[in-house]
């Protein structure tokens, strides 16, 4: 069983910088892409970013101040830079998705979440 745990997540003013971490255990996730979704409260979780080992993909709403990069076959980052009260929420990592990579249901893998609060 993949085991997905974040962190990095906290309280940041409106401008400023986060980075969060997602690191897998389990087995190497060698040829799972690995994403990253939030959800903020009363809305559904949506999706962010994605990186498999030759691209990555973004939400239009994070494009040019988001940043997903993957260290290890277990191990991926996103840099969240620019950061605007409507980037708060629950940020999830993702793995092991059948499909297409924006779709939450296609995932068979999530973390527990790592909140992030951008305050004005």
């Known amino acids: 069983q993949v085991r997905l745990v974040e962190s990095g997540g906290g309280l940041v003013q409106a401008g400023g910088s986060l980075r969060l971490s997602c690191a897998a255990s389990g087995r190497t996730l060698s040829d799972d892409p690995m994403g990253w979704f939030r959800q903020a409260p009363g809305k559904e979780r949506e999706f962010v970013a994605v990186?498999?080992?030759?691209?990555a993909y973004y939400a239009d709403s994070v494009k040019g101040r988001f940043a997903i990069s993957r260290e290890t076959t277990n191990l991926v980052y996103l840099q969240m830079n620019s950061l605007k009260p409507e980037d708060t929420g629950v940020y999830y990592c993702?793995?092991?998705?059948?499909?297409?990579?924006?779709?939450?249901?296609?995932?068979?893998?999530w973390g527990q979440g790592t909140q992030v609060t951008v305050s004005t």
């Open positions: 993702a793995a092991g998705p059948d499909g297409d990579y924006t779709k939450a249901s296609d995932y068979d893998y």
């Open positions: 990186i498999n080992w030759s691209s």
